[in-house]
């Protein structure tokens, strides 16, 4: 069964190998294919999927177009200190330290690093918590888009089904420049896939691109019609199936078959495939067919 919801990296080259690296650091992950897609935009690219902690994800190698930033990194909870420690000493080697690795009220041993790829990752010990997801992407509202974290995660559980918003710890009053009642750590769920936000009023120099999308899954035409029509709020973003909603954040909303054919098609189907999505903007389920069949 496909997953619904699923995090997407952009790299320059380094796709495969970054997958391969996270797959080394943390347990119950794999790569699970590699495909190179033939002239595109940026010439030959390859896209990896890749399973962390059992949770789907997919990279790709198209160019230095994007940097990763801390507007979306990545929670990992862990059972024990140890654990942090573990996969703390490993993915902040050649990073750089956003919080260091110490105790702190929410809990006992956490740190926020950057990975040697510049990719964000949150690490920490779950306590008595009850963890069903080990690892959750977190979103940062900045700049003018402080304060409106709840207002995005409303939003988002309106869109999908199988979503809703979850707990929200809220600033109190003293914690400026960050407004009192707005979103210190806010869980949601899209598709029944688990996210999380939070505000920040302080001064960053970065903000949401596409470095980090948000698949999302799609089983027919109807199904992706509903979901790009609320989500796109920025027409000259949209390309293949790329677009970028009111709040920044960027998604891909793709069809399931398409993700078979790539997978499963001979290099010659995969070449018509390519060429058929390239110029596309919302997928086009049908004539991506076609293609795939030489029709």
Not at 248 to 263: C, H, L
Not at 264 to 272: D, L, P
């Amino acid at each position: 069964m496909v997953q619904k919801v699923t995090p997407h990296l952009w790299y320059d080259k380094e796709a495969v190998e970054a997958a391969e690296f996270y797959c080394s650091v943390l347990p119950d992950s794999k790569v699970t294919s590699v495909t190179t897609l033939a002239n595109t935009p940026s010439g030959d690219t390859d896209v990896v999927a890749f399973v962390l902690c059992g949770q789907e994800f997919q990279a790709i190698s198209a160019g230095p177009l994007f940097r990763f930033n801390p507007s979306i990194s990545f929670l990992i909870s862990c059972n024990t200190k140890e654990d942090v420690d573990e996969i703390w000493n490993k993915l902040s080697e050649g990073g750089e330290s956003l919080m260091p690795l110490d105790s702190y009220p929410f809990s006992e041993r956490y740190g926020w690093t950057t990975d040697k790829y510049g990719l964000s990752w949150q690490v920490m010990a779950a306590g008595e918590r009850e963890v069903t997801q080990r690892i959750i992407p977190t979103m940062m509202y900045v700049g003018d888009k402080a304060g409106r974290a709840e207002e995005a995660m409303k939003f988002y559980a309106s869109v999908f089904s199988n979503s809703k918003v979850g707990e929200i710890d809220r600033y109190a009053k003293g914690e400026e420049p960050d407004k009192e009642g707005t979103v210190k750590h806010g869980a949601f769920t899209v598709g029944g896939y688990q996210l999380a936000a939070m505000d920040s009023a302080r001064d960053h120099n970065f903000d949401f691109n596409e470095a980090i999308s948000i698949m999302v899954y799609c089983r027919d035409q109807a199904e992706i019609d509903r979901y790009w029509d609320p989500l796109s709020a920025v027409p000259e973003a949209e390309q293949c199936g790329w677009l970028k909603d009111k709040f920044g954040v960027i998604w891909q909303i793709v069809p399931i078959a398409m993700d078979e054919m790539m997978s499963n098609g001979t290099r010659e189907q995969i070449a018509r495939v390519t060429e058929a999505f390239l110029p596309m903007k919302k997928f086009n389920v049908a004539e991506l067919e076609r293609a795939y069949e030489g029709s």
